[in-house]
């Protein structure tokens, strides 16, 4: 009996007896009110830098819904209106410092909901012919149409892909002059080399053979570019920018870049005309549309949240140091004496 419990006894080592040595800090109140001085004073720096940088950045939002009758847009927000087109025109005073990201937004879209975000077929996505023929379930309801061939892209997200188009002129003594969209290279790098990929079949438009483009799309995958044969498919740049879904309900997305030509510097000050194919609806689910032109600095895009929550949370460290210093002057310096 006494053997099994000796033969039942961690090893006689530091580590299993514990013996270990340790470092348990000792706080104090010289050390804490000095480190909550240090953090606060440091939050309030970042703080500053932050906010300061988010009031540089130039931002131009333009609703384009359509809702009020003073709208530009109010005759294209009928659903029966088809191939609809307006415009909205809007001037600026000073230079729009460039690179300028051109984005669409979207309010009171859920993209996050479960049931819509995984219906879809990520092997058909990645070029699996078999997933041509035979869309996986996740898909449904729009996995087969009326007549049972196949949809391909298949899925609620994909079905449901952002068509408005957009052209943007500077007026220039009376005239139009067509500012330069660049869509290279706007969706994420992993889902345009690794996720999605288009099947090995060339022509691309033969792999598609026995299927249909889904429900709500004007023009079949292969010929998303016409203007373009390499950003056709499941690596068109625009079907990859939306297959990302957002997290909120009110999001934006990258359309456009302008670099190019005589706006690599940005906007000039002056008025410009955007030109808009409206042909996506959003009045049935109380939706808004709206164009943003935006700049970027190091900090990324203006977010001024992220600014003043460090000065608050600076703040309160400052305050809680002066609130702790008072306490221990109080109640501690008379017992130490």
Do not use: H
């Not at 990201?101 to 219906?119: E, P």
């Amino acid at each position: 009996m006494v053997k099994e419990e000796l033969a039942n006894r961690p090893d006689n080592t530091a580590f299993t007896q514990q013996r270990l040595p340790a470092w348990q800090p000792m706080l104090s109140a010289g050390i804490v009110i000095p480190g909550f001085v240090i953090i606060g004073l440091a939050f309030i720096g970042i703080g500053v830098a932050l906010f300061v940088t988010s009031q540089s950045i130039q931002l131009l939002e333009l609703d384009y819904t359509g809702v009020e009758q003073t709208s530009p847009c109010f005759k294209c927000s009928d659903p029966n209106a088809k191939n609809c087109m307006c415009e909205l025109t809007f001037s600026t005073d000073t230079l729009f410092k460039g690179p300028v990201f051109f984005y669409y937004g979207l309010s009171n879209y859920f993209q996050n909901y479960r049931s819509y975000g995984v219906s879809k077929d990520d092997d058909q996505l990645s070029g699996n012919l078999d997933n041509f023929k035979s869309p996986s379930d996740t898909c449904a309801p729009y996995e087969y149409d009326r007549n049972n061939k196949p949809f391909v892209p298949c899925g609620a997200v994909a079905n449901s892909l952002f068509n408005d188009t957009f052209k943007l002129y500077q007026i220039v003594n009376g005239a139009k002059k067509v500012v330069p969209l660049d869509g290279k290279g706007i969706s994420w790098w992993t889902d345009y080399n690794i996720k999605y990929r288009n099947p090995a079949v060339t022509p691309l438009k033969n792999a598609f053979n026995g299927t249909v483009k889904p429900l709500y799309w004007s023009k079949p995958a292969y010929e998303l570019d016409p203007s373009d044969p390499a950003n056709n498919g499941f690596i068109n740049q625009d079907f990859l920018v939306w297959m990302r879904r957002a997290a909120l309900p009110d999001f934006r997305k990258l359309y456009r870049r302008i670099t190019d030509g005589d706006y690599a510097e940005g906007l000039p000050a002056g008025n410009y005309s955007l030109q808009i194919a409206y042909n996506y609806p959003v009045l049935s689910f109380e939706g808004r549309k709206k164009v943003v032109f935006s700049n970027v600095s190091w900090m990324g895009g203006k977010n001024e949240f992220l600014g003043i929550a460090y000065l608050v949370i600076g703040s309160l460290c400052v305050v809680m140091s002066v609130v702790m210093l008072i306490v221990y002057a109080k109640f501690k310096f008379p017992e130490e004496e």
